[in-house]
Each structure stands twice: as structure tokens, then as C-alpha cells.
């Protein structure tokens, strides 16, 4: 991981830039601040409500039947006893945990709102940890005067966050034909590319028919995609949840509207050829730019989104690290483009096979120079993960059926699958056989179930990849992990084996697979069961708000982007081990991460993300209401949370400087922000 490049966080803005007019307001606004988030907070404890649920407090048992709900820890930045959040349909909602006083660094700044000091604060943390009583205040620290907005019209600047410090690129020789980037201001020489603006698809181009769910519009909206929007709530009720469903499974390609998007962006269309490896040499931070927008414009754009969710969970399965020592640098894009993305939604079986030949994991996991016939040669990380991660897996018990004999076995089998390096010829990096390099003696597996038999050379490493893509302990381990990226983090036992069944009564295709899983009744009842991990919550910030945000390969938009999920330690293709980013809430539930998050949607609804616009006065407007607290519940459907309580909408209103009764006309763009504000940081926003 030595070659990552990190990035300090935005320095705070310097409150000199904030007219006179808003300083008078600056007390009052903290002192609602507090009351507002401490009234949220008490809202969201109250809240019965099963559709769209937030984070919960452990129940007695899961509605599902599947065994223990999943507990997801998080340690706050103190050191204190973990806080302990349900990711579970039923109970009640639990406030999201917030920073500790103890807690400092840039992670704290420009959060949400101007509220009080933190040494003004008492800030408790949930079910008695660390102390404090659940009805205290909660304050979430933040710049004490932020800038005023920038303007919505005219070409942003090129810094990631608007008054923060640019990211530059850090490898020598990197960015050699890029433009120029200017702190607070300046312009992209390469242009912005452009202003992405999202577009639903309402026809039905493959006229499938509606499948059986009993699953609801609003948890189909956010498990199904990155993120609900009100055109794409009003096409789900048009089509029904199950027609949606069906619609989404039926389109097993890429969008070529989102695709469009992405012209430019020719780092990521090399191949694994030579051309790819000298200009991931000298450009590796522009390719890494252009593999982490890429990745954000299709999940937010793309009218396929269900196919780049799939994209996304192979991507982990999968995962290759961009830079580890350096020699995957160049292959990690042909990894995604022309080896993930191809096989995303067609066959367990293709893309098991399509992964063994990938340059970029036979060179990640070290197979390219695994050499059977020499002292010390045999390298057994492809054959291990290929067993523990890629086919019959680890059990949630940690119990698996292979030992290390057959890891080893698997390692003679795949011995000789390897690259060329040829640089006389041009090419770096194509899948060749080394028959030189396999292992000719008897191999055998599982005791005996799987053999060489008459295989020889490439043939024996072919065969064994067909007999591990049907072993019904690679079954359970595909369709647990199904399950647990669609249904929650402990998903039903009695799911995770009647998807395993199908998986293998289909010859492992993926579509029906997934079917089962999406018109499950554990499925079904699902709702509030998962954790969206950064990557997700960013892009469901922008599909909610409809937010614009600029395409092009060197746009500021591309660099805020980058430098937000590396902030939030979720970019793509950075993960360090074989296993790809986890699934599960506990990693993921922590101050600083909840804290990133609320910072990013702050900026996004305050138009502070640099590349990106949000319409604020759109948001008002489809909003309606003839009061703040009125406004405050249309902004709240608007982003998908539904209809709320009314003492969390008076909160709300409260924290964004208004009274909840007066009238909605009096709030100025800032304050309607800041309700946006508010409501992208709500527990239940951060599940999907």
C-alpha cells in the first residue's frame, strides 16, 4: 500500500468570507442547533414506524427467522466501550452515535451546522456506554461560520472541496498531461467534460413480466439501487415493485447513457497491453481518478442499477488491489472492464473461469511466477484464495472443507497459469500457460473428489475450476454472499440454502439466483437491515438530491470525489486484501465514518462540493408546505424518507435557524440546505 495516495481533509473555511448579515443570526442558530439534533435524536428513539426503519436497537429475535440480528460495533474516537447498533427490522430506532467530546481532529469540522462549542456540549454516546443519558443534547461539531455558497452558475473551480486544499497527485512523473488546479478557484485545462444529469428510462425494453414480492416500493427503491430519487420512486409505483424488480434483472449490461459519460476517460480502455503499463507508469494517479468516478457516475446515472450493484459486489469478490507493489497498477482496469463487468450478471461459472485468466489477479495473488518445478517455486496464494474466498468459502461458523493439503493441491493445479512479459513484442501482460511451470505429479482434492485423472498441463487447472463452481459448498458460500449484500448482515440460514439450490438447479447463472433472493419474504422484510457503505451513501446523496455533477476525467468533480471516499476509506480498488471491502455495518459504524458522511452530505447540499450542483430551490419547491416544519416533511419525502414524525420535522426546522411554525416563504436558500443537510445525516438515510 505504499503507493496510495493520501489526502489531509479540507481545512476549515475561514469565516471572514461570511457576509455581516448572517453573523447576527450565528448564536441563535447554535443554540437551536443543539436542541434540534438533541429533538432528532429523541425522534428517532420514538419512532415505531416498520417501513424504511433506521438503525435499531437488538431485539429479541428477527422477523425473519434467521437467527441473530446483525450487531454492528463501533468504537468511538475516545477509546470508550463500543456502541452497539442493530441493523434489524423491528424495535425501535436508535440515534445514530456521535462524536465524544474527547474526540478530536479535521473528522469534526464542517459537519452539519453552526452549533455550540464543543466544550459547551454534553454529548452521550447510546446504550450506556461511555455515559451520559439518553435525553441529554447530542452536538456534533462543526465549523462556527461557514462561507457563503458559491454561485450555481458558471464553471467550477477545481479544488475537491470548495476553500480546501487541492489534492495533488504524489507519484513522480504522474498527471504528465494534465491541466492545472488552482486552490479556491482556477479551471481544469482538460475541461469539466460537461454536467452529467440523471435521466430515468421509462420504457421496458425486454417487457418482462412483473415477478412476486412482497416487498415494498421504498425498500426496493434503496436495496435494489444506489438510492432513491422521486422519478425513480414514481417509475417503481408505476411498474410495481415486482415489475421494477424484473426490469432491473433483465438488463445484464452496461447503460450505454451512463457509458456515454465516460468518453474521455481512456486510461481505463488499454487492456493489459504495453500502451496500458507505460501509461499507468507515469499517469497511476490518473488512472486511479478516472477508476473511482467512473465508478460513481455509473451508480449514480446508470438506468441499470442493478447490474452496477452486481458489478460492485464481483468487484470485492474478486478484488485486486490498484497499486500493492506496484505490478498490478496497470491491470486493475482491464480487471474491471474486460473481466468483472462482462460476467457481472451472466454465470458463476464464466466468471470463475474469466477471473483464473486475469492478468491482474494471477500477478495480485502471485501465481504469474508460481513455478511447481522449482526449489521454493510453488506459490499457493492463488490456489488458497481460490479455495477460501473465490468458490467453497468459509462458513459465518468459520468452518470450511478444505485443509491445507488441498490449498497446496489447488496451488500444483493452477501452477503454470501466468502472464506474458514480453517486451519486445509489445505485450506486458496477457494470460499465458507455462508448461514448464506445472506440477506434473497427481494432484487430488477433498479427499479424493476431485483428481487430475488423465488431465495434463492447462486442461488440470480448467478442471478443477469446473468441479469447485458446482460444489454445493461453493453453492452456500455464492449465495450467502447474496444474500448478505441484498437481505442483512445475518441472513436466514433457510435462505442462503434454498438460493444454493437454485444457484446449482441453474448451472450457476446468476440471474435466477439473485431472483430468488429479491422475491424472498426475507427479503421482503428487510427493511433497515443493511448499512450503506461510503461509497453507496455518496451516490445516494447525489441520485436524492439530483445533484449535477461534472464527467469529465479531470474535473474537479473527479478529484472530490476521490478525495471523499479516501477520506471515508472506500475507493475503489484500494482495499489492501484479497477479500475486497467488508459487507457488514460493524466495520463501517464508526465516529469518524459517520462524521465523513455528514460532512459530505452537508457540502453536497450546500453546493461546497466542487464539480457538483444541487438545485436547492427545486428542492423547495417540489418540497411545498406553508410552514418550515411542512417544508421540512416534503424535503424528507423528497430524499426518501418518507412521511416523518412531526417532532422530528419541528427538529429539523429548528436546527436549520427556523421556527417550525413560521412560514416556509421566510427561509432562505442556506436554511433549506441546511434541513437538506440534516436529513442526509438521519439514521435512516444511512441504511439502504
Known amino acids: 500500500m505504499t503507493d496510495h495516495v493520501t489526502t489531509d481533509d479540507p481545512a476549515p473555511d475561514d469565516p471572514a468570507t461570511e457576509p455581516e448579515t448572517r453573523t447576527a443570526s450565528i448564536p441563535r442558530r447554535r443554540a437551536l442547533g ?13 419512532s415505531g414506524e416498520q417501513e424504511a426503519t433506521g438503525l435499531r436497537p437488538t431485539p429479541a429475535s428477527s422477523p425473519s427467522g434467521g437467527g441473530d440480528p446483525g450487531v454492528g460495533a463501533a468504537t468511538d474516537a475516545s477509546g470508550a466501550a463500543p456502541l452497539r447498533v442493530t441493523l434489524d427490522g423491528s424495535g425501535e430506532p436508535a440515534a445514530l452515535p456521535v462524536p465524544t467530546p474527547t474526540a478530536t481532529g479535521p473528522e469534526l469540522d464542517q459537519v452539519l451546522l453552526p452549533v455550540a462549542d464543543q466544550a459547551d456540549a454534553t454529548i452521550p454516546t447510546q446504550g450506556g456506554a461511555g455515559g451520559g443519558s439518553p435525553d441529554d443534547p447530542m452536538v456534533v461539531v462543526v465549523d462556527p461560520d461557514p462561507p457563503a455558497d458559491p454561485p450555481t452558475t458558471g464553471p467550477p473551480s477545481n479544488d475537491p472541496m470548495d476553500g480546501g486544499e487541492v489534492m495533488e497527485d504524489e507519484q513522480p512523473g504522474s498527471d504528465t498531461g494534465g491541466g492545472s488546479d488552482q486552490t479556491g478557484g482556477g479551471s481544469d485545462t482538460g475541461g469539466d467534460g460537461g454536467v452529467a ?12 413480466p412483473p415477478v412476486t414480492t412482497g416487498a415494498s416500493v421504498a425498500l426496493v427503491a434503496s436495496r435494489v439501487t444506489f438510492g432513491a430519487s422521486p422519478s425513480l420512486m414514481a417509475e417503481i409505483r408505476r411498474r410495481s415493485a415486482g415489475g421494477y424488480i424484473a426490469d432491473q434483472l433483465a438488463r445484464t449490461g452496461p447503460d450505454p447513457q451512463a457509458e456515454s459519460l465516460l468518453d474521455g476517460y481512456g486510461l481505463m480502455n488499454r487492456g493489459a497491453s504495453k500502451a496500458a503499463y507505460d501509461a499507468a507508469s507515469r499517469q497511476g494517479n490518473k488512472l486511479q481518478l478516472q477508476l473511482t468516478h467512473a465508478t460513481v457516475l455509473r451508480a449514480v446515472y446508470s438506468r441499470h442499477q442493478l447490474y452496477e450493484m452486481m458489478c460492485q459486489l464481483w468487484a470485492d469478490h474478486f478484488n485486486v488491489e490498484l497499486f500493492g507493489d506496484g505490478r498490478t497498477r496497470h491491470l486493475v482496469a482491464d480487471h474491471q472492464e474486460n473481466v468483472i463487468r462482462p460476467n457481472a450478471m451472466g454465470s458463476f461459472r464464466d466468471l470463475l473461469v474469466a477471473t483464473a485468466h486475469s492478468p491482474a489477479m494471477l500477478t495480485y495473488l502471485d501465481n504469474d511466477g508460481s513455478n511447481a518445478n522449482a526449489n521454493q517455486g510453488l506459490n499457493e496464494n492463488y490456489g488458497r484464495e481460490l479455495l477460501e474466498l473465490h468458490t467453497l468459502g468459509i462458513d459465518e461458523n468459520g468452518n470450511h472443507v478444505y485443509t491445507e493439503a488441498d490449498v497446496r493441491a489447488a496451488a500444483m493445479a493452477m501452477s503454470g497459469w501466468s502472464i506474458v512479459t514480453d517486451r519486445k513484442a509489445g505485450d506486458y501482460s496477457s494470460f499465458t500457460f507455462r508448461g514448464d511451470h506445472h506440477h506434473r505429479g497427481d494432484i487430488s482434492l477433498l479427499n479424493g473428489a476431485w483428481t487430475r485423472g488423465s488431465t495434463t498441463g492447462k486442461a488440470t487447472g480448467d478442471s478443477l475450476l469446473q468441479f469447485l463452481v458446482t460444489h454445493p459448498s461453493t453453492a452456500r458460500h455464492i449465495a450467502r454472499k447474496l444474500c448478505l449484500r441484498f437481505v442483512s448482515d445475518d441472513p436466514p440460514a433457510s435462505l442462503i440454502d434454498s438460493t444454493a439450490r437454485v444457484y446449482l438447479a441453474n448451472d450457476t447463472r446468476i440471474v435466477p439466483t439473485l431472483r430468488h433472493v429479491l422475491t424472498s419474504d426475507a427479503f421482503a422484510s428487510s427493511a433497515g437491515q443493511k448499512l450503506r457503505r461510503p461509497i453507496e451513501y455518496v451516490a445516494a446523496a447525489l441520485r436524492a438530491t439530483g445533484a449535477e455533477m461534472a464527467s469529465g476525467p479531470d474535473s474537479g468533480a473527479a478529484r472530490a470525489i476521490r478525495s471523499a471516499l479516501q477520506t471515508m476509506d472506500n475507493q475503489p480498488w484500494t ?10 455495518a460493524n466495520h463501517w459504524l464508526t465516529t469518524h465514518g459517520l462524521t465523513q458522511r455528514w460532512q459530505m452530505g452537508a457540502r453536497v447540499a450546500r453546493n461546497r462540493v466542487n464539480g457538483i450542483r444541487t438545485n436547492v430551490d427545486s428542492l423547495r419547491s417540489a418540497a411545498g408546505g406553508s410552514t418550515a416544519q411542512e417544508l ?15 417532532a422530528e420535522l419541528a427538529a429539523v ?8 411554525a413560521e412560514p416556509a416563504g421566510t427561509a432562505d436558500e442556506r436554511e433549506v440546505a441546511d434541513m437538506v443537510s440534516l436529513l442526509l445525516a438521519h439514521p435512516i438515510f444511512q441504511t439502504r
Do not use: I, K
Open 197 to 208: 444529469r440523471p435521466t430515468d428510462d421509462p420504457t421496458n425494453p425486454t417487457d418482462q
Open 34 to 46: 443543539v436542541a434540534a439534533l438533541g429533538l432528532l435524536a429523541a425522534a428517532c428513539r420514538q
Open 575 to 584: 482495499w489492501s486484501q484479497p477479500d475486497g471491502f467488508p459487507e457488514r
Open 632 to 646: 421540512a416533511g416534503g424535503l424528507a419525502v423528497q430524499l426518501g424518507l418518507g412521511t416523518r414524525p412531526a
Open 653 to 660: 426546522a429548528t436546527g436549520a435557524g427556523l421556527d417550525p
